[in-house]
């Protein structure tokens, strides 16, 4: 998904919609959170609005640790472009198709990216304003990292204990395969008489079908009512509720009462977000290996 669609999204998802819980943080310490000569295998997170999960890490040549929100939903990894300048990094202009059209944008290479025992270099990343974003959750944020990065270990991130281990996963729960080319795990999901294409996403706390990718969408039974999101008035993001009685997911049923459609957006890759908390998943753990996903309740 373009940078500035993924970042409308999450700023919509995270003041707009209405969520459960409040914001927490997470950050129980251990006596594994600090960097030294050896990597971290656990560390805390913060997780607000019970749903958006935020770990300290390392961005090449800043000292000191720095807010990551961990999101599934993104490929490639997004710096914010103010800290472009304070690690002198050389950015390019380039191109991303988003719902048929080419839209203009910034890449750059970040010299490394330390997060627990994980280590990458040259990491390839598109360059976005993430203040909108910051002033939101009252945060700074320093990246929004995908699978792209979380990938190069196994994983498990358990939103119950505020944590994600690292060198360790789980085959426990509904497995969705992870696509190394897009950087993306996308689901089958069951919804009616439509097979949908969901992408697996911690950076959402709904079920969201993009409108675009569908020629009609009579078959969704929107309500009457029609909202738009107020602080998002320049992306003129638009959504509408509907009700999705039976979800299907790996022979599970779901339901969910509130789930949204945005009618203005479309994706060939997936057609909408599947987040891992609105199914009331507490566990989201990833076999490198075998390049699987499990969702686990």
Request: glycine share 10%; charged share 20%; proline share 6%.
């Amino acid at each position: 998904m373009e940078p500035k669609q993924k970042i409308a999204c999450l700023l919509f998802l995270t003041t707009t919609l209405p969520l459960s819980g409040s914001v927490r943080a997470g950050n129980r310490r251990t006596n594994r959170d600090h960097y030294g000569d050896a990597p971290q295998q656990a560390i805390p997170l913060k997780i607000y609005r019970d749903f958006l999960v935020v770990a300290e890490g390392q961005l090449g040549g800043l000292p000191g640790r720095e807010n990551f929100i961990l999101d599934t939903g993104t490929a490639p990894s997004i710096i914010n472009s103010r800290l472009v300048e304070q690690l002198g990094l050389a950015t390019a202009p380039s191109t991303s198709a988003m719902g048929g059209k080419t839209v203009a944008i910034q890449r750059a290479i970040v010299p490394e990216v330390q997060l627990g025992p994980i280590r990458a270099f040259s990491l390839p990343v598109q360059v976005q304003d993430l203040s909108r974003l910051e002033r939101d959750l009252g945060e700074p944020i320093a990246a929004i990292i995908g699978l792209d990065v979380l990938s190069k270990s196994n994983f498990r991130l358990d939103y119950d204990k505020a944590e994600i281990e690292f060198d360790h996963s789980s085959h426990e729960g509904v497995p969705v395969r992870f696509d190394p080319r897009s950087g993306l795990a996308v689901a089958q999901v069951g919804l009616g008489s439509k097979t949908l294409r969901m992408l697996v996403d911690t950076g959402s706390n709904n079920f969201v079908l993009l409108g675009g990718n569908f020629a009609d969408t009579g078959w969704v039974a929107l309500h009457n009512t029609s909202q738009s999101a107020s602080s998002l008035a320049e992306q003129g993001l638009r959504v509408q509720e509907f009700s999705a009685p039976d979800i299907v997911l790996g022979g599970s049923h779901f339901s969910q009462d509130r789930a949204y459609l945005v009618p203005d957006r479309a994706d060939p890759v997936f057609d909408g977000f599947l987040g891992v908390r609105a199914l009331g998943f507490r566990v989201l753990s990833y076999d490198q290996p075998s390049g699987t996903i499990y969702l686990q309740r």
